[in-house]
């Protein structure tokens, strides 16, 4: 059996740095900082070194104007060693149309390794040729050429790679540290903007959270939206409501469980009260009175129902309504109980209609039907009690049809209607009652009943005045010729009459 890992708001604190989303954020920017920094880097020393060279290239390019004016000038050799001490090239070459001029070529000329013209070159081979030279170079000769500018002439070096090597190394250490202190400045600034903006309202959704899960009953720990108007302040209301419906469901469920157990207590002692009303009923099937003859199995047939009904409210909690038995039956004699036990007093003004065919008949189970009727027929017998004018008009309406394999049953009254709460929580127990002190159980019991046998109960709207209820229950086919006897049976019975 595996048990369940919690975290709690002090496992918060307690996280590694290394595991907290600040931290992950704060390395993540630095090291795209620094990535956006290489690619910076990559061009930017490839231009370094054409511009190294360009350089060489411009300071003989000076002194080659000597030469370019006289072709029989001849330098002296200790000015060509500072032309090449200050190009640094072991020889330079001035090529002035057809003709080739040496300032000085030192005492051999090295062996070649790479040729650039200055004046002509790809991105791509300046980068590579930069990367050659900081990794493999040092020891190796360049040759360097390109035009004068503002001339036609060319000139051309032979130079050593170390210098120009050592100058990129150079280079390449200040930029890293240039592009590390941008980078850290950079993630700095970011990461204080995302903590402000990001980490630090969802941060307090997770404490929220966490202090929530641990006490739903608590008002407090529910969150408290920041008023913000972007995806985290929706977050932030979106779960303020959804923690304050879950703690509301919560209240409910708790009463709910504290009613049940009250119910169950008192049903308790109510059963045994019962049973013992119904044994002093027992004995009044011995006594001769006709009077008494004609209501003591009314009497102890409602005790019997009302003992029933206590003990399916202990077992309600367990197994719920129990399924119906379903039978053949009658409905008049249903509708007839219906209408004695509501005792309706005549002086209320209330009329009781049952329009039910006496033969007609469908599979259901009879107590539960009854209990259905009974809930229904109550709740319009207290909605039109209240009215006391006695030009209005209360008449509750029992009425059956059959449509197809399906059995009809309405129930009507010119009533006052269900206020709009009541409609809105139709069948919710506690919710959906259509009066002040009412809890609605009467249409929730309905509700389960008739969904136990397979059927629907619904509020019609086709009244403008009063409320009509219709049930609609699976029932047998019947056939024409028991449709035609039904029919015929009626006429002969009017006929009689």
């Known amino acids: 059996m595996t048990t369940e890992t919690r975290t709690t708001p002090a496992d918060l604190e307690s996280f590694r740095p290394r595991r907290?989303?600040?931290?992950?954020?704060l390395l993540l920017t630095i090291l795209f900082v620094m990535i956006a920094e290489v690619l910076i880097f990559v061009p930017s020393v490839a231009n370094f070194r054409m511009t190294w060279l360009s350089g060489r290239m411009s300071t003989a390019a000076a002194a080659s104007v000597l030469i370019a004016s006289d072709a029989s000038l001849e330098l002296p050799p200790s000015v060509q060693d500072e032309v090449l001490m200050a190009t640094g090239a072991k020889a330079i070459a001035l090529h002035v149309g057809e003709d080739s001029r040496f300032i000085r070529l030192s005492e051999t000329v090295p062996p070649i390794h790479a040729h650039v013209n200055v004046g002509e070159f790809s991105a791509f081979a300046a980068i590579r040729d930069a990367f050659d030279t900081l990794l493999f170079g040092g020891d190796r000769f360049i040759r360097v050429y390109g035009p004068i500018a503002d001339s036609d002439n060319m000139i051309e070096l032979i130079l050593p790679d170390a210098p120009l090597r050592a100058a990129m190394l150079v280079y390449a250490r200040n930029v890293a540290l240039l592009s590390l202190v941008i980078s850290l400045i950079t993630a700095s600034l970011v990461f204080m903007a995302i903590n402000r903006i990001a980490i630090r309202p969802i941060r307090?959704?997770?404490?929220?959270?966490?202090?929530?899960?641990?006490s739903p009953d608590n008002p407090d720990a529910i969150v408290r939206p920041s008023g913000r108007d972007d995806e985290l302040g929706i977050a932030e209301r979106e779960l303020a409501a959804m923690q304050g419906r879950l703690h509301e469901t919560l209240k409910e469920q708790k009463r709910l469980a504290d009613l049940g157990l009250a119910v169950s207590k008192i049903n308790h002692d109510m059963r045994?009260?019962?049973?013992?009303?119904?044994?002093?009923?027992?004995?009044?099937?011995?006594?001769?009175?006709?009077?008494?003859q004609r209501f003591a199995p009314k009497l102890m047939r409602t005790l019997g129902r009302a003992i029933n009904y206590t003990e399916n409210v202990l077992s309600y909690g367990r197994a719920g309504e129990a399924a119906p038995t379903r039978r053949r039956i009658k409905l008049s004699p249903v509708v007839a109980d219906v209408e004695e036990l509501?005792?309706?007093?005549?002086?209320?003004?209330?009329?009781?209609?049952?329009?039910?065919?006496?033969?007609?008949?469908?599979?259901?189970?009879?107590?539960?039907?009854?209990?259905?009727?009974?809930?229904?027929?109550r709740n319009s017998v207290e909605a039109m009690r209240?009215?006391?004018?006695?030009?209005?008009?209360?008449?509750?309406?029992?009425?059956?049809?059959?449509?197809?394999?399906?059995?009809?049953?309405?129930?009507e009254d010119t009533g006052p209607g269900l206020p709009k709460k009541a409609r809105e929580n139709l069948f919710s127990a506690f919710k959906g009652s259509a009066r002040?002190?009412?809890?609605?159980?009467?249409?929730?019991i309905a509700h389960e009943l008739v969904r136990a046998h397979g059927g629907t109960l619904e509020l019609r709207d086709d009244r403008e005045i009063g409320t009509h209820f219709e049930i609609r229950l699976p029932d047998a086919p019947v056939s024409l010729e028991q449709e035609r006897a039904r029919r015929g049976a009626g006429r002969r019975s009017s006929g009689s009459a």
């Open 20 to 25: 907290r989303l600040s931290s992950k954020i």
């Open 204 to 214: 307090r959704m997770t404490e929220s959270m966490l202090a929530f899960s641990r």
């Open 272 to 292: 045994n009260i019962l049973a013992s009303a119904q044994l002093m009923s027992d004995r009044l099937s011995g006594v001769t009175d006709p009077s008494v």
């Open 342 to 377: 509501l005792g309706i007093d005549p002086a209320s003004g209330i009329e009781f209609s049952a329009n039910i065919p006496d033969d007609f008949e469908l599979d259901a189970d009879s107590e539960q039907l009854f209990r259905v009727l009974m809930n229904l027929c």
């Open 386 to 411: 209240g009215d006391d004018d006695p030009a209005t008009v209360k008449r509750l309406t029992v009425s059956a049809a059959r449509m197809g394999t399906t059995a009809l049953i309405s129930v």
């Open 436 to 444: 002040a002190g009412g809890t609605g159980l009467g249409l929730a």
